[in-house]
């Protein structure tokens, strides 16, 4: 058997295979006379037909699963063979036997990428740190979002929810529906800026995608083209404005403090820690980055694909499509980091120490605002066992190189000038 393996790129090998009539006509031989027993003959005792006639009524089915399994069995004798390793299993790209002559097959596998880290210490890492003063700031407006209550109004203004009766044609059928949308444009799909100035009782016309109809309506049946433009006909049913708090002292004494500026200083007092913990998640991310920035490797597509399927094949079909894009990101963001550490550790060579494991559990603890005694009681499956062990011994390489590290204000991102053309939006994108 001859074997030729060369590199397509820096995750992808084409392996060419040459199997000798003699080994494949004994396989098939074989794999014939297994199949004369399971396959039924007209006139004949099952398994009891002549090769020949059994042959001849099957030939076609008992050729193509016979390809399907002696293939299978050349790839792994060649794995084990050359060492290949391997994602998914691979794609077989051609594949020419006629029965007597040898078999020509190529084979298109993916593998994990080769990572060499050129320079793990003194480096100097684009990171914009999170501010007490303004996590304080966030903090207590998410309070004052909190206690919002929501009022009806007679008139919409931009960012108002209203309650619609919906109306379109798909085909000749009519279907109607109670929706939600905002007036404006500040919701991509949900928002419509006709809406701003409408009352109660009002009607107008509206196009709408298939897209933003998916989105709107709760039927996922719905027979509708993403981006095609439906009429749509809609009555305004109700106005719903939120009524946030004002932040001022009188919000404060209702939170219990004597005034803002104490609550502030409380808060900042109960956020401080955990500011610092989630500053040293963010530098982590940004050394990921870094490394992966000075030593740039492919990542495997085929098997990016295969993992964003599996993710998303149980989602509704409506959303599918909008979050295959935040998904994917997710599986680009989770193997870089595993590709990236799994080089630090080759390189680096840590050990896991127990006072090392138990201030990872306390990194933990702190962004989850507990104690590590309570994180443990409350989480005991996420402190014990390998993968946690794994986890802790990241962190701490990371946290290592952050030690030795600097980290700078990021260049200001460019302000995107407007395109015309077509191609450079794509680039973009």
Known sequence: MQVDIKDINGVTREIGVVVEPERVDAAYQKYLGKAAKELEVPGFRKGKAPLGMVQKLHSDRIRDYFEKNFVDDIFNDVAREHDIHFLLYPEVKELNWNPGEEMTLKFEIEHEPQVEIAQVSGLEVPYRPLQLEQETLKFILELTRE?????????????????????????????????????????????????????VGDKLEAELTGRQLKLLCSDAQLKLSDDESYSCQLEVNQIGRYSVPALDDEFAKDMDFADLEEMKAKVADDLRLKVEHRNYEGENSAIIF???????????????????????????????????????????????????????????????????????????????????????????????????????LNYN?????????????????????????????EEKA
Not at 173 to 181: A, D, G, I, L, P
Not at 313 to 320: F, V, Y
Not at 341 to 361: N, V
Not at 408 to 421: G, K, M, Q, R, S
């Open 290 to 392: 870094k490394l992966f920035s000075d030593n740039k490797f492919s990542l495997p597509p085929r098997t990016m694909r295969y993992i964003l399927d599996e993710q998303t094949q149980d989602l509704n079909p409506k959303h599918r499509e909008l979050l295959s894009n935040y998904y994917l990101q997710n599986i680009i963001q989770e193997m870089t980091t595993l590709y990236i550490l799994k080089a630090l550790k080759k390189q680096m060579e840590p050990e896991l120490s127990d006072e090392m494991f138990e201030q990872y559990i306390e990194h933990l603890a702190i962004l989850e605002d507990m104690t590590p005694a309570a994180f443990k009681d409350s989480y005991p499956s996420r402190v014990t066992g390998d993968e946690v062990r794994e986890s802790a």
């Open 147 to 199: 206690h919002a209550t929501v009022v009806d109004v007679e008139t919409a203004a931009d960012g108002d929810q209203l309650s619609l009766e919906l109306n379109f044609a798909i085909g000749n059928k009519q279907h109607t529906e109670t929706v939600n949308m905002y007036a404006g444009d500040e919701y991509p799909q949900r928002s419509l800026t006709a809406l701003t100035g409408k009352s």
């Open 397 to 425: 390489i990371l946290r290592k190189i952050a030690s030795d590290s600097t980290f700078v204000e990021p260049p200001a991102e460019p302000e995107l000038e407007a395109e015309t053309e077509t191609e450079s939006q």
